[in-house]
């Protein structure tokens, strides 16, 4: 839906601006310093020992919510700084891109927007802590219900902007519906967890003694800083397209990449919704050692995405080759050859996604290197092909780096750390 009205109530310039915001706002991954992960992948083996209760009050060992409280605490806080320091970055940041741009002045507003869509995504910042700490304790339905509501609510704000022609503002509002949601939703389900975080920042050591306190230098940052750098090192492996398009082919160009892209990434984010699900179930298993269940479980849900992969990929292959050759919203993509290569990356995307969740359950960073070195091949043939040979060289680029770089890599690693790790 929001696709199509993109197509019919945007130019094709204001199409290429509006994914750009999009993917220039990804640039938020470096503010989060892989602590998402972390903070999930911590609380799933606390919560071994723990228990929700009523509205978000935490029972169990004394140890455990000590522990919990401390990483829950200390996260908020760094995303609190990091929201105020997304704004100051990022802003000024996005003033020099776009006005850089090769289609020169556009006949609508960008600066306002763009301000806007920054502020919504430094408030979506500052909620995030709260549903890893859900989302690692196992409530996946609690999580992924929310993740539903705030999509719908968002999309709907959204359309509402684009339908009464209000441009970029759309942005701004899908981010707005998601603050809107997850506030609300903390505010009435979970007002305990809420008041146990504001007692531990602004009156310290009133709930918890201090011999329970997670040591942050000792556990949390040997992990922390791999997943910084791998975290950060993704954004030139998925975000760096349209980028580098609108720089040089640009609005209309990028706009094409950006709406093909869209419909890649729905795919690529219901199959690793059916992964990440599982990863607090994989998380409890680890910490009991129960390695058969955890392998036959995990092969279950990796068979399953690899099959929606496929389908969805066809499907979606099959949609863009049709309306190139009935309708004029088909120009709105890139042509359905290419779009046929970045469908197919994703089908092993999920096979590599589906093994990094494996490994990183395990509260560990093997894919460190791995990321790194395939962030620069594909940073750099993203801007190299994407320069000379534009959308198709984009699309060549990330199938290659990813099928036949990045899946032989992680299946090796995953191999002989899973030998390794499980035989301990």
């Known amino acids: 839906m929001s696709l199509l009205l993109i197509a019919v109530r945007f130019s094709k310039e204001q199409q290429g601006y509006y994914f750009t915001f999009s993917s220039l706002l ?10 998402l992960f972390v903070i999930a992948q911590f609380a799933s083996h606390e919560f071994v020992h723990l228990r ?14 000590g522990r919990f ?3 829950l605490t200390n996260t908020t806080i760094w995303f609190g700084i990091a929201a105020l320091l997304l704004v100051i970055g990022l802003v000024p940041a996005g003033f020099y891109f ?9 006949d609508f507003s960008w600066h306002l927007p763009w301000i806007l869509a920054v502020v919504g995504t430094a408030l979506n910042l500052l909620v995030t802590p709260f549903f890893a700490v859900i989302m690692g304790s196992g409530d996946v339905v609690t999580v992924n219900h929310r993740e539903m509501v705030g999509g719908i609510t968002s999309s709907f704000l959204a359309w509402l902007v684009i339908g009464g022609h209000g441009g970029l503002y759309a942005v701004f509002a899908a981010t707005l519906g998601n603050v809107f949601v997850s506030w609300s939703y903390l505010i009435r389900q979970k007002p305990e967890l809420l008041r146990l975080v504001w007692r531990e920042i602004f009156l310290p050591g009133s709930a918890n003694k201090k011999e329970a306190a997670l040591s942050w230098w000792g556990e949390v940052w040997p992990i922390q800083w791999r997943m910084a750098i791998s975290s950060g090192s993704s954004y030139f492996i998925f975000q760096l397209f349209n980028p580098i398009l609108f720089h040089y082919h640009g609005a209309v160009v990028a706009g094409q990449m950006g709406m093909t892209l869209t419909a ?3 795919l690529l984010g219901v199959c690793s919704t059916m992964i990440n699900a599982k990863s607090p179930e994989f998380g409890k298993l680890i910490a009991v050692r129960d390695w058969d269940t955890l392998d036959r479980r995990f092969s279950r849900v990796l068979y399953q995405s690899i099959g929606m992969a496929v389908m969805g990929a066809l499907c979606g292959w099959g949609a863009i ?13 890139i042509p359905a050859s290419y779009a046929a290569v970045l469908l197919a990356t994703v089908c092993v995307q999920i096979v590599n996604s589906a093994f ?29 092909f994407g320069m000379y040979y534009s959308t198709l060289g984009v699309a060549v680029a990330y199938f290659s ?24």
């Open 356 to 384: 990094a969740v494996y490994l990183r359950a395990h509260k560990r960073e093997p894919l460190m290197v791995m990321t790194i070195l395939s962030s620069i091949f594909q940073g750099a043939a993203t801007w190299l």
């Open 69 to 71: 409280t401390d990483l």
């Open 264 to 266: 890649a990434s729905v």
């Open 321 to 333: 080759w049709y309306l190139q050759g009935h309708h004029q919203v088909g120009e709105r993509f």
């Open 26 to 35: 990804g640039l938020q991954i470096f503010f989060e310093l892989g602590l």
């Open 52 to 65: 929700w209760c009523d509205r978000g009050r935490i029972e169990g060992d004394p140890v455990a919510i």
């Open 98 to 106: 776009f006005g850089q741009a090769k289609s020169g002045a556009v």
């Open 401 to 424: 780096v990813t099928t036949f770089f990045i899946f032989p890599y992680i299946f090796i690693v995953w191999k002989r750390c899973r030998s390794k790790w499980h035989a301990a």
